[in-house]
């Protein structure tokens, strides 16, 4: 194995890690508060995060959609190359994005999460989006994954209303 296919695999690694964090977390809470107060509370601090990072991508609202794209593109892990994204739509109303992989929902996958949990799972980790692009001043409608659906997220980002 090459340098960077052993750093490849060290993130992946690392993003799996945080993915089990998330399930860790969400598992403890449940007894606590219950599913929903637990999904609540998390999609909160997970926003949170999202938000803290909005700065990098703000310059380019409200409507520089190529520039945005170009710079979440490169800026996601590993410039996008582990999530494998397909830009759909890029124009002066929006920008589109599927996700085809996704290394935190493959790390649930293979710790034996499914159903409605792994799709709880996606909500809670997918809600970071929402604090990036939201607070850099753009409207984000996304779509995290559900069962019986392939791939990942998919993001819709416009200007907002």
């Known amino acids: 194995m090459n340098e960077v296919d052993d750093l490849r695999q060290q993130l992946t690694m690392a ?8 399930a860790a977390v969400y598992e403890e809470l449940i007894p606590e508060v219950g599913a929903q107060r637990a999904e609540d509370i998390l999609k909160r601090a997970v926003y949170k995060r999202g938000a803290a990072i909005s700065p990098k ?4 609202a409200p409507a520089d959609f190529v ?15 582990l999530f494998s994204p397909e830009v759909r739509k890029c124009d002066t109303d929006g920008l589109e994005i599927k996700f085809h992989e996704c290394p935190l929902k493959n790390a649930w996958v293979e710790a034996g999460y499914d ?47």
């Open 15 to 22: 993003l799996k890690s945080r993915a089990l964090v998330y």
């Open 57 to 60: 991508f703000a310059a380019h």
């Open 67 to 81: 520039g945005l794209r170009d710079k979440f593109l490169d800026f996601v892990p590993d410039h996008g190359r």
């Open 115 to 161: 159903g409605e949990t792994l799709a709880t799972l996606c909500r809670i980790a997918g809600i970071v989006d929402h604090g990036t692009f939201e607070a850099a001043g753009f409207h984000l409608d996304s779509k995290t994954w559900t069962p019986g659906e392939t791939g990942c997220c998919t993001l819709n980002i416009s200007k907002r209303g």
